[in-house]
């Protein structure tokens, strides 16, 4: 049996492999200086431009999308803000979407490739953010399982509009939080904990080097020595046999509550398949467009996820790439709750039996070195072509 420590091991190099670097965080810097020069220009001399999500909460990896809150002083509307970006010469692509529930614009960075989301009127994002970065300075365990979770959700097509559950990352990284804060001994405090050491007039910006300054006067936590593995494996287990049905996983409270005991907003109506509660927004559910297919999906992955963390552990040769392959997933097990017909935690208004859905195959494909080396060639040489090539070539 291979020590968890070389399993661990790999986990952080995944973590190191796909984390931010310096110039990538530089150059989303340069990104925000631009959109900012466009609104001063525009007459806005007042803007302020600020990154959140995966760019500044820790846990983005180098091709993530770059979220920003741009502060006009009002709600801005996506038509004439798409307008104005668009006077600017390093966006294309440029699409307002006014109808969502927090109205973005979104944009591509000509020459960096970067995908650009801005919003013009809720803060909540921000505060998010900073509580997510907190998590991950608060134990050094944190951020390396958020990130093998996120990227494990990705290799098996589960987060993003094009996979087959459309779970979003902020979501997945919301429910390793809510796992982490409700084990038997518990590695985070929950929001409604850390409010009670915050100021009323606190800025969004500061709210994690204010929480890291007063950690000290938090409750104390139980000592736990679970390795990054085992939390890995207790993640899998915990979402695979979890009761999505009855109950609501909140990580403003930090714990699971029923259905019928949290009256927040609308949540206690959800009919949702997947309730998890914002932990600011307490009358959102992140989780809301996961239809009953897409929980029979997500709880066969988790079910393989457990399975396979398991099997590494216990193998004599640990590969953390095994537990990013397609899931060999064919056909119903007893064992699975996405698979079993008769499991206690289907959820009650499904029609019939749930019959197994099989997750839609990513496809696999290893290049040679030849074809890899040529692709590269090809990256390059485009690369340096004028702007009308590119769009005569259909490149942006």
């Known amino acids: 049996m291979p020590e968890k420590s070389h399993f661990d091991d790999q986990i952080l190099d995944l973590e190191k492999e796909k984390e931010l670097k310096l110039k990538d965080h530089e150059e989303r810097v340069r990104i925000c200086s631009s959109i900012r020069e466009v609104f001063i220009e525009a007459g806005y001399t007042n803007c302020l431009v600020y990154p959140y999500g995966s760019t500044l909460n820790g846990v983005g990896f180098s091709d993530s999308d770059l979220d920003l809150y741009v502060d006009l002083g009002f709600a801005g509307d996506t038509v004439k803000i798409s307008k104005i970006l668009a006077n600017g010469t390093e966006f294309v692509n440029i699409k307002g979407i006014p109808n969502a529930r927090v109205p973005i614009v979104k944009a591509l960075h000509f020459s960096s490739g970067i995908h650009c989301d801005l919003s013009f009127g809720n803060k909540a994002s921000l505060w998010n953010t900073e509580f997510i970065r907190f998590c991950c300075l608060s134990d050094p365990r944190v951020r390396p399982l958020i990130m093998v979770v996120r990227y494990w959700g990705r290799m098996h097509g589960l987060v993003g509009r094009e996979g087959n559950v459309r779970l979003c ?31 009323v007039d606190l800025a969004p910006s500061s709210f994690s080097s204010h929480l890291l300054s007063k950690a000290h006067i ?47 907003g609308n949540m206690l109506r959800s009919t949702k398949p997947v309730c998890v509660q914002d932990p600011f927004e307490l009358n959102i559910n992140i989780c809301r467009n996961l239809d009953k297919s897409a929980l029979c999906v997500l709880k066969c992955c988790f079910y393989e996820g457990f399975k396979r963390t398991k099997n590494i552990l216990t193998s004599q040769e640990s590969n953390l790439a095994t537990l990013f392959h397609p899931s060999p997933h064919t056909s119903p097990l007893l064992d699975c709750h996405g ?37 590269v060639l090809r990256c390059s040489v485009a690369q340096r072509m004028p702007p009308w090539w590119k769009k005569w070539r259909g490149l942006y």
């Open 169 to 199: 990352n902020y979501a997945l990284t919301m429910m390793v939080i809510a796992y982490l804060q409700q084990i038997p001994c518990p590695i985070l405090h929950s929001v409604q904990q850390l409010l009670t050491i915050t100021d």
């Open 339 to 375: 698979c079993n017909t008769n499991n206690p935690t289907q959820p009650p208004w499904t029609e019939g039996p749930i019959c197994y859905t099989q997750p839609a195959k990513i496809p696999h494909y290893m290049p040679t070195i030849a074809e890899y080396n040529l692709a």
């Open 218 to 264: 938090l409750p104390l936590l139980g000592k736990n020595t679970d390795s990054i593995s085992d939390l890995l494996l207790g993640f899998f287990n915990h979402y695979h046999s979890f009761d999505y049905s009855s109950n609501v996983i909140s990580i403003f409270l930090g714990r699971t509550c029923s259905r019928e005991q949290l009256i927040v």
